[in-house]
């Protein structure tokens, strides 16, 4: 290894990349975000332990690199139209999540002996949820259009709002010294007007017919959306605020153009692999003969974050109106902190404002929850199982915002097939059933789902099919099929031993995935397996062979 690392920094970033593919396949295997893998990968190479790596500056400049496109895709992706569209329950779980977390975290911080601006910046930096690994982890689930699952999107919007309105105050007081708030806050108002004054002029008169003509070559539409995003992330440095400030508002200002999503697809993969180098860089940097003393802390904030955040969502949804399962699901997406976090620190540190040790202990935390939260999302629904009797606290006597569609009044007749799960599939099945005049009746938890499709005049119920209770109520003794589209095993067996429960003596079909699925789903007695890829793939077939059965060959 000496003799390859003795060619210079070319040789130290092969070995990087080598070492961060290896680490980054165990973490895959092990389920975990690759962004552990990477900061593993820094205290490996770095001079706690191995220490070979001496190209630490050009590290740190792609580090900064990384960073400066990571907001830059976030404002990319948050334009208007998103921002108007987040539901009061979003907003009010967000919220109120983020005040909950800075006013608790912000005393227990203060308690384990921190300054009151560390622990500013500790207990903000508790708030943030990963948007990057929820999304990812729920998308793999296939919840991201389940009510929970856009719920805690909504709420993650309002997370990726407030780091930037945090970012932006906390750099304002940059060289401040021993100004009066009055003054800061003046100033920082003065510069957020004046910043949002040349934002608008930008966004109405020049970027439009700029990004329009970039457009004509897509190498050349790339080159400009990362200089556009390190441009403003350096004016943002220059004007008193930070780079991470200015790259959010670089790609702010591009989000509401027609070509955001190309912008965008393009950049995912330059983000990920520049990200690769800042967490490498902060796993260098980890002074462990200083993080000994914040091993304790860490364990304490680290459960404040896992346990802490999932009851305070779990109580607003449960006080607006929601199952207490719903608010289980939606709370599991907060119980960890983010890659915006440590940013946070880390640029409390380029400004002074605290020292590495804040740092340390914030990657400690988010090492701890990052690892646990993701296994607790991907075993959400039995864990939900084991804890479903203690979390009644979280719900109503009455969740009225589940039950007003329920309340709507129940579909008449006696339905020979009953569909459970309608997201894109069991939607389309139960209006093509309809549409043949088959007696036909769809279940949903999801009230918007269930409303969206009652003004199609289709015959649905709300309700939740894995509660024995409720299946009872439908008219399962005229059944001769109930179809499930539940996207998971956990949810489906569930849902099998309460249909047996209710004494269902019908057939059963499951609509799956991947083969696993299939396989769990026919030993567990169900009649027909659908899979929406091999079926559509067979009927292609099946018309392009008849089609060309028609034709003469030449």
């Keep these: 290894m000496e003799a390859l690392l003795a060619h210079g920094p070319f040789a130290e970033f092969a070995l990087l990349l080598i070492i961060s593919a290896v680490v980054g396949a165990i973490a895959v295997s092990l389920r975990q975000p690759l962004l552990i893998s990477y900061i593993v990968v820094g205290i490996l190479l770095g001079p706690a332990v191995f220490g070979p790596v001496n190209a630490t500056d050009q590290i740190h400049l792609l580090a900064e690199v990384g960073v400066a496109v990571l907001l830059f895709v976030v404002g990319l992706k948050l334009d208007l139209a998103h921002i108007r569209n987040i539901g009061p329950v979003a907003l009010a779980t967000g919220l109120g999540q983020l005040t909950f977390t800075i006013i608790f975290g912000f005393a227990l911080t203060l308690l384990m002996g921190k300054s009151a601006i560390e622990a500013i910046y500790i207990a903000v930096a508790l708030t943030f949820s990963s948007t990057i690994i929820i999304v990812k982890l729920l998308s793999d689930k296939h919840e991201l259009d389940s ?12 997370q990726d709002l407030a780091v930037v309105l945090a970012m932006m105050t906390m750099s304002a ?34 970027l439009p017919n700029l990004v329009s003509r970039m457009a004509r070559s897509q190498e050349l539409l790339l080159i400009f959306a990362i200089a556009w995003g390190t441009g403003l992330a350096a004016l943002g440095e220059y004007s008193g605020f930070s780079k991470e400030a200015g790259a959010f508002v670089a790609g702010f200002s591009l989000a509401s153009t027609s070509y955001r999503e190309a912008m965008n697809a393009r950049l995912t993969g330059i983000r990920d692999f ?9 796993g260098g940097k980890l002074d462990f003969s200083t993080l000994g003393n914040e091993i304790l802390p860490a364990i304490v904030l680290a459960l404040f974050v896992l346990i802490g955040n999932p009851l305070i969502v779990m109580a607003i ?12 699901l939606a709370g599991l997406t907060v119980a960890q902190i983010s890659e915006f976090s440590i940013v946070f620190v880390a640029m409390g540190i380029t400004l002074g404002h605290v020292g590495p040790e804040a740092l340390g202990l914030t990657t400690l935390v988010g090492l701890v929850t990052i690892m646990l939260s993701t296994y607790m999302i991907l075993f959400s629904q039995p864990l939900y199982e084991r804890l479903a009797p203690w979390l009644g606290v979280f719900e109503r006597k009455r969740p009225y915002r589940e039950l007003e569609v329920e309340a709507q009044g129940k579909p008449q007749g006696h339905p020979r097939i009953i569909i459970f799960g309608l997201g894109r599939y069991g939607s389309r099945l139960l209006q093509q059933l309809a549409a043949a005049r088959m007696p036909v009746l769809g279940v949903d938890f999801d009230p918007e789902a269930v409303r969206t499709l009652r003004r199609s ?20 003794q005229h059944a001769e099929w109930v179809v499930t589209s539940f996207p998971q095993w956990e949810a489906n067996r569930a849902f099998l031993h309460a249909l047996k ?3 269902f003596q019908g057939k059963i079909a499951g609509v799956v995935r991947d083969d696993q699925h299939g396989k769990a789903l026919n030993a567990a007695g169900v009649a027909r397996v659908l899979n929406p890829f091999t079926d559509a793939a067979d009927f292609a077939a099946r018309s392009l062979i008849e089609e060309l059965g028609q034709r003469p060959n030449h």
């Design 501 to 503: 429960h209710a004494g």
């Design 317 to 328: 949804m449960g006080y607006m109106g929601y199952r207490k399962r719903t608010g289980f």
């Design 147 to 158: 009510l929970h699952g856009r719920i805690a999107v909504g709420f993650l919007i309002v």
């Design 274 to 282: 520049m990200l690769l180098f800042f967490f490498i860089d902060l």
């Design 457 to 476: 005049r289709l015959p649905v119920r709300f309700g939740d099919g894995e509660d024995p209770s409720f299946l009872e109520s439908l008219p399962l």
């Design 173 to 206: 007081l940059r060289g401040a010294g021993d100004a009066g708030w009055a003054e800061v806050s003046g100033s920082l108002l003065l510069r957020l007007g004046g910043a949002a004054v040349l934002l608008y002029l930008l966004m109405r008169y020049v």
